[in-house]
């Protein structure tokens, strides 16, 4: 087995830092979606179906939301329940099925959007500086490019 590469002392304050915003900022994120009866998946849904009036087919979603179909299926079933979500075949192709969000899916997502807002606001942009935002963004770009480097079709 090859020796590992230690973390230098700024790759490991990066590293501590990123934990420390999974751990604590994440579940603080998460405290908005529930007080609407929602988890994040959920409302990441209902946004990604929010800019796609046209409908989005269940495997695009899944993949964009990096889950599972058997995850996607129990999540959308509860937006379904809700009446928040639709599911219609396709009509090019009845076999595969086609999300929609309903008009109460995008009125709760105007709901919850302002307060997810000021929470990210407050947890992560309010201590920094706007040429650490663009860093910020620059950086988290190419870790997520690294872990989808091509979008395959479903």
């Known amino acids: 087995m090859a020796e590992s590469e230690w973390l230098d002392d700024t790759e490991q304050r990066a590293w501590r830092s990123l934990l420390v915003l999974t751990l604590i900022g994440l579940p603080e994120l998460e405290r908005t979606f529930r007080a609407h009866g929602l988890v994040q998946v959920e ?4 946004v990604q179906l929010s800019e796609q009036p046209e409908g989005l087919r269940l495997c695009d979603l ?11 299926s129990h999540r959308m079933n509860k937006l379904l329940d809700r009446g928040t979500v639709e ?24 709901r919850v959007a302002p307060e997810h807002v000021s929470d990210v606001r407050r947890l992560i942009f309010d201590h920094l500086m706007p040429a650490q935002v663009t860093a910020l963004a ?3 770009g190419a870790v997520a490019q690294g872990l989808r480097p091509g979008e395959q079709p479903c």
Do not use: C
């Open 43 to 46: 409302y990441g849904l209902l």
């Open 87 to 110: 599911v219609r075949p396709s009509p090019e192709d009845g076999r595969v099925s086609i999300a929609y969000i309903t008009p109460k899916g995008l009125e709760l997502v105007e």
């Open 138 to 140: 620059d950086a988290l």
């Open 62 to 72: 899944a993949e964009r939301m990096n889950v599972s179909q058997s995850r996607l």
